[in-house]
């Protein structure tokens, strides 16, 4: 992987130390964890601009959860590296594709400064009060990614901006409720401490350690079931964005969408045990609710947005 070069910027000269990945790798995996079948019917171009937003976000990610050494000073490197990708100066290959993407589409620099900001705030907070936090906090970590990848559609209504934050807010909940036990050995807690508060929940309880009965315990089952329901009623609410777009757009959006529900529906059918065993939907399980999200739209395109 190249190091960003020695300049006057102190924030130059931290150099990203990813042990055992490299650019290539973190692009790959960017691929495979983003892109369902139905994006790669999309247009070259639009592929091409997905990936690169997708690899900033991964690249990010792993700056903030496996970087050596200081990670707050590789995302402050991180920051200042996109901001010479937007002016044309960056050297890495994830922030020069960045910073093309965001002038060719548009899409500005406040998204990519968002993602950044998520995972400086992940190095700082390890506990949400009450749920507005939590959705605060998705604003930065999920939201940017659905208006970049509007922008990489050409498509920027407001409406459109709300039913998508509305889809990825709900999203993001979806991964932080598969993944709470592995989150919680890492040191954070999404569950809202309010919530855990209202169902007699234990913190102790996220590390995975059965109940009396083996399993979690009814308490944690009902808290899982209230969090998935709110998770689903966001993706619900962000549904029309799926109708409102045509082509290989619908089909990609309804399978980020179908995506998330049928996680979701894992997540019941395992009777919300999150914490003693892996959850994940099926590959039929998503693309048969991605088809559903994809029916439910309707023949018709909206019109005007």
């Not at 993407?101 to 009060?129: H, K």
């Not at 922008?151 to 709900?170: K, N």
């Not at 598969?178 to 989150?183: K, L, M, P, R, S």
């Not at 998330?260 to 045990?273: P, T, V």
């Amino acid at each position: 992987m190249s190091s960003p070069p020695v300049a006057a910027d102190p924030r130059d000269r931290v150099s990203p130390a990813l042990p055992g990945l490299d650019v290539d790798e973190v692009m790959a995996k960017a691929a495979g964890e983003n892109f369902p079948v139905a994006s790669r019917l999309l247009p070259r171009r639009e592929r091409e601009w997905l990936l690169a937003v997708y690899g900033f976000a991964r690249f990010v990610d792993d700056l903030g959860d496996l970087a050596a050494g200081d990670r707050l000073a590789q995302l402050e490197w991180a920051e200042a590296e996109l901001d010479r990708g937007l002016d044309c100066r960056a050297t890495h290959p994830v922030f020069v594709r960045a910073g093309e993407m965001s002038r060719a589409s548009g899409a500005g620099r406040q998204p990519f400064a968002d993602l950044i900001a998520a995972n400086r705030q992940d190095q700082l907070v390890t506990r949400y009060a009450g749920y507005g936090e939590l959705a605060d906090y998705c604003a930065l970590s999920a939201n940017p990614v659905g208006r970049l990848v509007l922008a990489a559609f050409g498509r920027r209504s407001p409406l459109l901006v709300e039913w998508s934050d509305s889809i990825c807010t709900g999203l993001q909940l979806v991964e932080h409720w598969q993944d709470v036990a592995e989150d919680y050995a890492a040191g954070r807690v999404y569950l809202p401490l309010e919530d855990l508060e209202r169902f007699g929940v234990a913190e102790s309880e996220l590390a995975g350690r059965p109940s009396a009965g083996g399993g979690p315990s009814p308490a944690f089952r009902r808290l899982m079931a209230f969090e998935v329901s709110r998770a689903r009623e966001l993706l619900v609410a962000g549904r029309p964005l799926v109708r409102a777009l045509g082509g290989a757009q619908r089909v990609a959006v309804a399978g980020f969408l179908g995506g998330g529900l049928a996680q979701l529906e894992a997540i019941e059918a395992a009777g919300y045990d999150v914490v003693g065993r892996r959850v994940k939907a099926s590959k039929a399980a998503v693309a048969r609710a991605a088809l559903g999200a994809w029916l439910a739209a309707g023949a018709s395109r909206s019109r005007g947005l």
